[in-house]
C-alpha cells in the first residue's frame, strides 16, 4: 500500500486474495495488465469454484433425484447441499424455501407469473395495483409491465431525486389499499444507491402488499439476511457472487410457495400425472421443472463456501473504504460528475458517471487501450438515464478484489481520456 491509501481502513489482504482469481492475472493490449472493473455485471471466479465445477464434471456428472446409482446419488447430494449452503448464506428458515433458478431475471419474472395465475387473495387482476421504482433493473420493470398488460392492473412507481435515491414523499400514494406486490432493488445497479428497506417494507405491511426484493447487487456484496428483511420474496444471481452463469435463487415464505401456483410444467415439479390433470411436488421442487442446472448450483455452493470463509461483514467493510476512497479520487477529475450519492454512505460498490460530453462509449473504448475494464450504456436501468437526461453512463464497480491501486488507475486513465479528446 502506497503513502496516498495509508488513510485507507477495513481493507482485506487483496494481494492473496487476487491469487485465487486467475483472470486478474491476465495481461491485454500491448502488456498491460487487466484492471477488472466491471463485478456489479459479473465477477471474477476463485479456482475454488473453478474446481468444484470441473470436479462435478469430472466425477459425478449425473441427473438428480431420479437415479439410484452411485454417481447420480452423489451429484444429488451435491445439489441438494448447495441448496442447503445458500439456506444458511441468506439465514432462511427452511432449506425448501430456497428456489434454484437460471438467474434473477428469471426469479422475479417466477414471482409475477405465480401472482397472475394465483387465486384470492394473492391474485393480481385488474382491480389491483403494482408498485415498482424508477431506478429498477429492466428485470424489475418488464416482468411486472407484462403482468400488468395481460391483467389489467394499474402499474406505479417510485421516482427519484436529484441525488439518485427515492423520493418516498407520496408512499401512501404509490402504495394503496389496492397495491399487492411491491417490488424494489435493495442496491441499485447503475446509481448504487441503497434502499431503505424498512420504511418501504413498513408501508406494504400496512396496507397487506407482498414484498419482492432484488438483491443482485447486494448478496455478493454485504449480510443478506432475509428473516431480518421481512419481506416475502428475495431474488438474487451467483454470477455476480463469485459463482457461475446461469443459476439465480428465488427465496420465498414457505406458506406463500404452497399456495402460489408454479411457473414452468414438466419433470420432477409433478406429484402424480394422469391425462385428465396433475398435481404438484412440494416446493422448492414445485418451482424447478425440468432437468435443474447442477453443477453452476454446485459452483455457487463452492462460492458462499468462498465469500463465508472471508465474511460477509469483512467484504461489505472492504467495499465501503474503496467506494470511500472512488467517490473522493473521481470528484478530483475536471468536467466528471457522478450520477447517484456523491459520499460512501448508503452506497454500494457500483459508481456511474460521465465525463464533461465525452460519450461513454468513448471513455470506455479509451480505458480498455488501457487494459481497465469498466461497463459502459444505460445498464438496464434506462428509466434512470431518462430521468437525469443521459444517453449513459461509465461504471466503475469494485468486488473484495479491487485495491486502491485500481482506482488509481482509473483516475489516470480517465486523465488520459480528457486528453485523449482535448
Given at each position: ?13 487483496t ?23 466491471d ?47 445458500i ?41 389491483t ?20 398488460q ?42 448504487g ?27 455478493p ?30 427465496w ?24 385428465h ?146
Amino acid at each position: 500500500m502506497t503513502s496516498a491509501h495509508q488513510g485507507l481502513t477495513g481493507l482485506l489482504d487483496t494481494e492473496a486474495i487476487r491469487k485465487d482469481f486467475p483472470l486478474l492475472d491476465r495481461v491485454v493490449h500491448d502488456g498491460k495488465k487487466i484492471v477488472y472493473l466491471d463485478s456489479a455485471a459479473t465477477s471474477q471466479k476463485p479456482r475454488q469454484v473453478l474446481d468444484a465445477l470441473n470436479q462435478y464434471y469430472e466425477r459425478h456428472n449425473a441427473n438428480v433425484h431420479r437415479g439410484v446409482y452411485t454417481v447420480a446419488e452423489e451429484a444429488t447430494a451435491l445439489y441438494e447441499g448447495a441448496r442447503d449452503k445458500i439456506a444458511a448464506f441468506i439465514n432462511a428458515p427452511s432449506r425448501d424455501e430456497v428456489i434454484f433458478t437460471k438467474n434473477a431475471s428469471e426469479s422475479l419474472n417466477l414471482v409475477a407469473n405465480m401472482l397472475g395465475w394465483a387465486d384470492e387473495p394473492y391474485r393480481v387482476d385488474h382491480e389491483t395495483e403494482i408498485a415498482i421504482t424508477e431506478m429498477e433493473h429492466h428485470s424489475n420493470i418488464v416482468p411486472w409491465q407484462l403482468l400488468s398488460q395481460r391483467t389489467g392492473a394499474k402499474l406505479k412507481w417510485f421516482g427519484l431525486t436529484d441525488d439518485g435515491r427515492l423520493d418516498l414523499s407520496n408512499i401512501e400514494e404509490v402504495i394503496t389499499e389496492k397495491t399487492k406486490i411491491v417490488s424494489f432493488t435493495l442496491v441499485s445497479n447503475l446509481l448504487g444507491t441503497i434502499n431503505p428497506v424498512e420504511t418501504i417494507i413498513r408501508r406494504a405491511q400496512e396496507v397487506g402488499a407482498l414484498v419482492c426484493i432484488d438483491a443482485s447487487q447486494a448478496a455478493p456484496h454485504m449480510v443478506l439476511d432475509v428473516q431480518a428483511l421481512q419481506a416475502d420474496f428475495v431474488a438474487f444471481t451467483g454470477h455476480k457472487m463469485c459463482g457461475p452463469t446461469g443459476i439465480g435463487v428465488l427465496w420465498g415464505r414457505q406458506e406463500l410457495l404452497e399456495d402460489l401456483p408454479p411457473f414452468l410444467g414438466g419433470g420432477e415439479m409433478i406429484e402424480t400425472v394422469s391425462m385428465h390433470s396433475s398435481t404438484y411436488a412440494p416446493a422448492p421442487h414445485k418451482f424447478e421443472a425440468g432437468t435443474p442446472p447442477i453443477a453452476q448450483a454446485v459452483g455457487l455452493g463452492a462460492a458462499v463456501d468462498y465469500l463465508s470463509a472471508i465474511g460477509m461483514e469483512n467484504i461489505a467493510r472492504h467495499e465501503h473504504a474503496i467506494t470511500e476512497y472512488a467517490v473522493r479520487r473521481l470528484q478530483e477529475v475536471p468536467d466528471l460528475r457522478i450520477i447517484g450519492p456523491t459520499t460512501a454512505e448508503d452506497r454500494g460498490a457500483a459508481i456511474s458517471f460521465t465525463l464533461g460530453d465525452i460519450h461513454p462509449h468513448d471513455v470506455g473504448q479509451v480505458l480498455d487501450e488501457q487494459g481497465i475494464a469498466v461497463r459502459v450504456g444505460h445498464h438496464c436501468a434506462r428509466p434512470v438515464c431518462l430521468r437525469y437526461g443521459i444517453p449513459a453512463t461509465t461504471r466503475a464497480s469494485f468486488y473484495l478484489y479491487s485495491t486502491p491501486a485500481e482506482v488509481d488507475a482509473l483516475v489516470e486513465g480517465l486523465e488520459h481520456v480528457r486528453n485523449f479528446f482535448g
